[in-house]
């Protein structure tokens, strides 16, 4: 309760100060979150979705925030150059919570395509943001949301009208960014309607040695026949703690591709509700997790099956090292109406030392009679027989187990359908296991 407190206080005290640096769609459901908050706190380990996690100690320390806006300069191309050899992405930056507006790819989006500050989006095209902005993320289930929804002051708004296919990849990097610890509030809204197609990298680093901690709260409307792509991959460091919470609606005939990559960081806490409403809808939902020391990632899956003739397909993987802790629990529920499901759902894991843990919880729901559904997993240590057999052809065991964490998660990976992104990825996940991803290639303010 003592963590929650200082929250609640510090809305009270700020309410006017975080509306007046903010927009009217994003103000008018700060009152009836904050009351939420109020009700249900911070999530506790007695909860079946956080008993890997505990929350509130992960918010008691002090952190400061910029609800006054101030400016923090930092030119993003001087901080890092996430480059993706051979990809041609539109490249567009967000600085804590800031979208960086000076800063702006060359090349421009198809006629339509948005992709800028949800603050000002919700100030140039209300309508838009109104109608989807705290829809699918309910404050009244969730105290991270909560908190969130009465906190964020910005963020950023990706809108692709009806029928446009967006061919470029667009990345957005964010960069957390500060002189003192700093808790970062941040919303993105994605709008994908009927017909449209877009591809999604989400790239976080943290550009200074402090600690930070990122509520994220991530609302993706995928309209009819539509097709999202959406890529996260996490570099930051062992002080930074980010918890993210991903709502997806999908409609008839959709497909949604999400890839949650996890390689440096200090407490992650990933959270993802899918809902099918409209048949034949497909999504494709893979992780991957390396982690060492005393690293803790913590992923938690939903998928709503609520109508008939849809797929899901969903497969994490973890490599723990040293003391590291990993956590995966994964739902799917399909409902009465939801016959002709099909689904399976996978989470493989190593285990490279007797301190590291991992639990794992994978959960079939199911309340229709004609569906294909199968889930399963396993824990376990590096094969000593396939080391034995390795090494009997001159690879040194060290090698050896390298190249078999390697080829073990290669297979989320390898799901990619950038081609360029998994030659990247491949290459970064090889140097994690290496010891040399310490700092992002490029970065010229950690140096």
Request: aromatic share 8%; charged share 25%.
């Amino acid at each position: 309760m003592q963590s929650s407190q200082q929250y609640i206080d510090l809305f009270r005290q700020s309410a006017s100060l975080i509306d007046r640096h903010s927009a009217p769609a994003m103000n008018a459901l700060r009152a009836a979150a904050f009351d939420d908050f109020v009700r249900l706190g911070f999530p506790t380990t007695k909860e079946e979705r956080y008993k890997y996690t505990d929350v509130a100690s992960l918010f008691a320390p002090d952190y400061g925030l910029n609800l006054g806006r101030i400016d923090i300069p930092v030119n993003p191309y001087d901080a890092f150059r996430c480059d993706v050899p051979n990809l041609s992405t539109s490249l567009f930056f967000v600085v804590n919570d800031v979208f960086c507006s000076r800063f702006l790819p060359k090349a421009s989006l198809p006629e339509g395509v948005l992709v800028g500050s949800l603050c000002e989006a919700a100030v140039r095209y209300p309508s838009l943001v109104e109608r989807c902005y705290g829809h699918l993320a309910s404050s009244g289930e969730d105290g991270i949301t909560a908190l969130n929804t009465m906190l964020a002051q910005d963020g950023l708004l990706v809108y692709v009208p009806k029928g446009v296919q967006v061919e470029r990849p667009v990345q957005v990097v964010n960069i957390l960014r500060a002189d003192v610890d700093l808790m970062v509030n941040r919303r993105v809204l994605i709008v994908v309607e009927e017909d449209a197609a877009i591809k999604l990298l989400f790239c976080d680093h943290a550009a200074d040695d402090r600690r930070f901690l990122t509520t994220q709260v991530t609302e993706a409307f995928v309209g009819e026949r539509a097709s999202l792509d959406l890529y996260c991959l996490e570099e930051t460091h062992a002080k930074n703690t980010r918890l993210s919470n991903l709502y997806i609606r999908q409609e008839a005939s959709s497909h949604v591709c999400h890839n949650a990559i996890t390689l440096m960081g200090g407490t992650t806490r990933n959270r993802t509700d899918l809902v099918f409403c409209g048949e034949n809808a497909s999504c494709d939902m893979g992780g991957c997790v390396v982690a060492d020391h005393t690293q803790h990632v913590d992923n938690n899956v939903l998928i709503d099956h609520r109508v008939g003739r849809c797929s899901s397909n969903v497969l994490y993987k973890y490599v723990l090292d040293h003391e590291a802790t990993g956590a995966f629990a994964g739902r799917v529920l399909v409902r009465p109406e939801a016959q002709q499901t099909t689904s399976v759902e996978r989470n493989q894991n190593i285990c490279a030392t007797r301190q590291a843990r991992m639990y794992t919880q994978p959960m079939l729901e199911i309340y229709a009679d004609d569906v294909k559904c199968s889930h399963g997993s396993t824990v376990g240590q590096i094969d000593e027989a396939a080391l034995f057999y390795m090494q009997q052809r001159g690879i040194s065991r060290q090698e050896a187990q390298l190249l078999l964490k390697f080829a073990f998660v290669g297979e989320v990976i390898d799901t990619m359908k950038l081609e360029p992104l998994q030659d990247r990825l491949h290459h970064l996940v090889e140097k994690r296991f290496r010891g040399e991803l310490g700092r992002c290639e490029g970065c010229r303010l950690c140096k």
